[in-house]
């Protein structure tokens, strides 16, 4: 149960729009969640991140949302600029083998393309 | 601070051919990660070391592709032979051990074609 499903697979909205990526997870031992941005040719690069004690997180014009008892967060962008075009995935984290490594699992992905 | 470097950038093959990638972390990362990402999909891990320790390799096909870390520093990837549905592209990550947030710090990645 690693599985992190993510949606949309495409997202296109307007400058100045609100887009929203939403993930869901059913592992309950995830304890931190990342979401990246990967423009083409590019690594993914953290953006924002969560951990599940906490609702709701911002870091300008990012937020996360984060519902534990649903198993699902999202990713909020506000006033939406083309420069935000890329690819978003969210991830979840797990503590493995004894605790001292950390494992990513990422979903799938969602390409945003925002219009001028 | 530098950070992951990947080479070589692009590589074409035939199906059947070998290939290596190679990852230098940043700095003073103890874990490093290597990830295939498909077109159109999210990174999937392949192998992950702690120093020169293999963490986990569950999801790496063992039968053609295998990783080193020599001297918890550098790492290969080589893929022998390759197949078609291993055209992907093979991106290297390194964090630090313990404290923080454990971000993962990417390279820009290795595109293989397999012909």
């Known amino acids: 149960q690693q599985q992190v499903k993510q949606s949309p697979q495409s997202l296109i909205v307007q400058k100045g729009g609100i887009p929203i990526i939403n993930c869901a997870y059913e592992?309950?031992?995830?304890?931190?969640f990342p979401w990246y941005q990967q423009f083409p040719g590019k690594g993914p690069a953290l953006l924002i991140a969560?951990?599940?004690?906490?609702s709701e997180k911002k870091e300008g014009r990012f937020t996360i949302s984060f519902n534990k008892s649903a198993k699902q967060f999202s990713l909020h962008i506000m006033d939406s600029q083309p420069g935000d075009s890329a690819t978003y995935f969210c991830?979840?984290?797990?503590?493995?083998?004894?605790?001292?490594?950390?494992?990513?699992?990422f979903g799938s992905g969602t390409q945003l393309t925002v219009l001028p | 601070e530098a950070g992951v470097a990947q080479s070589p950038r692009y590589k074409i093959i035939e199906k059947r051919q070998s290939v290596a990638f190679w990852c230098n972390p940043i700095?003073?990362?103890?874990?490093l990660y290597w990830y295939q990402q498909i077109l159109g999909q999210g990174p999937k891990l392949l192998i992950q070391f702690q120093n020169n320790g293999v963490v986990d390799d569950s999801q790496l096909p063992k039968d053609r592709f295998s990783a080193e870390r020599l001297k918890g520093v550098d790492s290969t990837l080589k893929i022998q032979p390759a197949k078609l549905e291993d055209s992907a592209v093979y991106l290297c990550?390194?964090?630090?051990?313990?404290?923080?947030?454990?971000?993962?710090?990417f390279g820009e990645g290795s595109r293989l074609t397999v012909l």
């Open positions: 700095s003073g990362h103890a874990t």
């Open positions: 991830a979840a984290r797990l503590l493995i083998s004894s605790g001292s490594a950390r494992q990513l699992t």
């Open positions: 592992n309950t031992a995830f304890d931190y």
């Open positions: 969560i951990r599940p004690d906490v």
């Open positions: 990550a390194s964090s630090f051990l313990a404290g923080g947030t454990g971000e993962l710090f």
